[in-house]
């Protein structure tokens, strides 16, 4: 890939993980009650040969998954995946309950994974908003429960579709006390990484 | 069944006689399979999007339907101009994310390139499973022309193909 990141460059990219996600990963607490730890982001630069190290679900394991767009000075694509067992868990604090299988997943457990990915995404926007000075705001999201990489490949083709090269900051969060792990992942317009790395001086 | 060779995202695999070929996982991506009943020679390219907009065209052909055609026909050995004698199987194409799906709509615009690219070679589809708003995933074994899709949830579909094409069963 061109425009070969310098370790500088790639600590940034994961501290600005690390920052964003902290704040989001706080508002689940706050919400779910449940604490939420981080691991350390990752930044990948993304060929589509090598998805099977981005987000360590099994193919055709069932997993939810929501994509919004992301407009303003660094624009992108934010998106979250819950393997089912996990999204599971968010239900469970949430609402008190959860769908038996995909032909329960109704409106309302929808607008749950909606409503996490919404704040959590809305707290990673806001944290580099305020390191940064970018305007940003999130379109709504979109959500799909499917085959892990069916759901994955549709968030990259996606993100793909405007650019040649992909980068992806990923994060993943979990909780001590129960089987849960949580997929974030940031997917810039790499065009406009320079922007990015000017206003951070690096 | 044997050894599945899987295309993934953007590459193309081909097979001759025997063996299996496949996708993982598809989304709005299509596994378009070419077959020569001819030289029973099976390739298969996973297409992302419809169009290439950039030179990693050459490099990744398989991933831009435009390219992955005329990449698998060479990986078939068969000239475009005598394509007409091919079959085609396309899976996949779906949106998953239906509320957004009016913005791009990568997998319907994906499956609508190929068919259009398709008629244009004059070549037949025998089989599709496509759009929708399911992912998919595919294995289909050249020797016996049996082909079996899976969605999430166990769903499978299973068809014979042998005859639309044109694979000759093996003598006993």
Not at chain 2, 123 to 127: D, K, L, P, S, Y
């Given at each position: 890939m061109t425009s070969t990141l310098t370790d500088l460059r790639t600590d940034a990219l994961r501290e600005i993980g690390n920052i964003g996600l902290g704040g989001a990963v706080t508002a689940l607490s706050d919400l779910t009650g449940v604490l939420f730890t981080l691991e350390a982001p990752q930044v990948h630069q993304v060929d589509?040969?090598?998805?099977?190290?981005?987000?360590?679900?099994?193919?055709?394991s069932l997993v939810v998954g929501t994509i919004s767009q992301v407009k303003g000075d660094w624009p992108g694509e934010g998106a979250f995946l819950f393997p089912w067992d996990s999204a599971c868990v968010l239900w469970q604090a949430l609402v008190q309950m959860q769908p038996r299988g995909l032909e329960e997943l109704n409106e309302l457990y929808q607008s749950v994974i909606n409503e996490v990915s919404n704040i959590m995404l809305g707290n990673y926007l806001q944290a580099i908003s305020l390191m940064t000075g970018f305007t940003l705001h999130m379109e709504p999201p979109a959500i799909a429960a499917d085959m892990a990489m069916a759901v994955l490949s549709s968030i990259l083709v996606e993100a793909l579709y405007e650019q040649r090269e992909l980068l992806a900051i990923e994060t993943a969060f979990k909780t001590p006390e129960h089987e849960f792990k949580g997929y974030f992942l940031y997917l810039p317009e790499t065009g406009n990484l320079e922007k990015l790395f000017g206003v951070l001086g690096i | 069944m044997a050894e599945v060779r899987l295309a993934g995202m953007g590459e193309i695999v081909s097979t001759r006689g025997s063996g299996v070929v496949g996708c993982i996982g598809l989304g709005s991506c299509v596994g378009a399979l070419l077959y020569d009943p001819r030289t029973q020679v099976a390739g298969l390219a996973h297409v992302m999007l419809p169009e290439a907009h950039e030179q990693d065209a050459f490099t990744t052909p398989g991933k831009y339907a435009t390219t992955a055609l005329p990449a698998l026909l060479r990986h078939l050995d068969t000239p475009a101009a005598l394509a007409s004698r091919l079959k085609a199987i396309l899976i996949g194409g779906a949106e998953l994310f239906q509320s957004r799906s009016q913005t791009l709509r990568i997998g319907e615009r994906n499956v609508a390139m190929l068919h259009h690219l398709l008629s244009e070679l004059r070549?037949?589809?025998?089989?599709e499973h496509t759009r929708g708003n399911s992912g998919r995933s595919f294995e289909f074994d050249v020797a016996t022309g049996v082909l079996r899709v899976r969605v999430v949830g166990g769903t499978q579909v299973e068809r014979d193909l042998s005859v639309a094409l044109g694979i000759m069963p093996k003598a006993a």
């Open positions: 589509t040969t090598n998805l099977q190290h981005l987000c360590c679900v099994s193919p055709e | 070549i037949n589809i025998v089989f």
